[in-house]
C-alpha cells in the first residue's frame, strides 16, 4: 500500500474507502445505506453530523445547515458569524452566513447567478462548490422524492417517519435569512440541487406532513449526499 498516496488523499480532503461500507471524508467517518426502494446508496448521516440519529431530535445528528448552492467554508457550522455583505462571486471569500432578508433573497448579488444554474452545477459531484464526497452529489427533486415522499417508498410523512425511514433523518431545523436558529426537534429541512426561478428548492417535513417547496437560498438547512 502506497502510505504517501494516502496521505495525499487526507491533505486533500477526498475519501478513503473501508472496505467499501464506509468513507472517511473531512475528519469524520460516514457509513453508506442503501435504498430498499430505489437501490440507490446514500450517506448514513447528514453532512457534519457526528453520528447516526437515535431519535428525531438527537442534536449530534444534526449536523451543518448550508447556504443553498455554497461551499463547505465555514458558513454552515453553527457557531458561525454573520454577514450582510452580499458575495460577488458563488465561491465568497469568507467564513461567515450571509444574512439577506428580501423576497426573493439570495446570498450572492442578483446579477451573479440569478437562474441558479451555476450553483446547481457546482454542488455536482466534482463541482467547484462540491460538498459531498467523491462519487457523491447533493440529491435532486427526484432523488429525494424517490426515496422519501415517493408512492413507491415506505412514506415519509411526518417527522416520527422520516426518523423512522431507512436514511434516519433528524429534525435539526433551519438557519433564518437573517441568521437566527429556530425550528430544532420540530422540522426536518433537507436542500435539493434542483432550483426554480430565484429560489432554491427543498423538502420539508414537520410534525404531520412532508413536502417540496421553493425558497431563498439565503436559508441555512441539512444535506445528506447521495452516491451518483
Not at 457550522?77 to 450571509?98: H, M, W, Y
Not at 464526497?133 to 429525494?144: H, K, M, Q, R
Request: aromatic share 10%.
Amino acid at each position: 500500500m502506497d502510505l504517501g498516496a494516502l496521505a495525499w488523499v487526507e491533505r486533500s480532503n477526498k475519501i478513503t474507502i473501508e472496505g467499501g461500507k464506509k468513507i472517511s471524508f473531512k475528519g469524520l467517518t460516514y457509513g453508506l445505506i442503501t435504498s430498499p426502494d430505489t437501490g440507490r446508496v446514500w450517506l448514513d448521516r447528514n453532512l457534519g453530523a457526528t453520528k447516526v440519529a437515535e431519535s428525531s431530535t438527537d442534536s449530534a445528528a444534526y449536523g451543518d445547515l448550508y447556504q443553498w448552492g455554497r461551499a463547505k467554508d465555514g458558513h454552515e457550522s453553527s457557531d458561525s458569524g454573520a454577514t450582510t455583505t452580499l458575495a460577488n462571486s458563488i465561491t465568497p471569500a469568507t467564513n461567515t452566513f450571509i444574512t439577506n432578508g428580501a423576497i426573493p433573497a439570495d446570498w450572492v448579488n442578483i446579477d451573479i447567478d440569478n437562474s441558479g444554474a451555476l450553483r446547481i452545477d457546482a454542488w455536482a459531484d466534482g463541482g467547484v462548490n462540491d460538498i459531498c464526497p467523491i462519487g457523491f452529489s447533493v440529491p435532486t427533486d427526484a432523488e429525494l422524492t424517490a426515496d422519501t415522499t415517493s408512492a413507491t417508498t415506505t412514506d415519509v410523512i411526518n417527522i416520527n417517519t422520516a426518523f423512522s425511514s431507512f436514511l434516519k433523518l433528524p429534525a435539526a431545523g433551519t438557519r433564518q435569512p437573517h441568521g437566527a436558529f429556530s425550528g430544532a426537534g420540530n422540522a426536518t429541512v433537507l436542500w435539493s440541487r434542483s432550483a426554480g426561478g430565484r429560489f432554491g428548492h427543498f423538502l420539508v417535513i414537520y410534525h404531520n406532513s412532508a413536502s417540496f417547496g421553493s425558497v431563498n437560498r439565503t436559508y441555512g438547512f441539512s444535506i445528506r449526499c447521495i452516491r451518483d
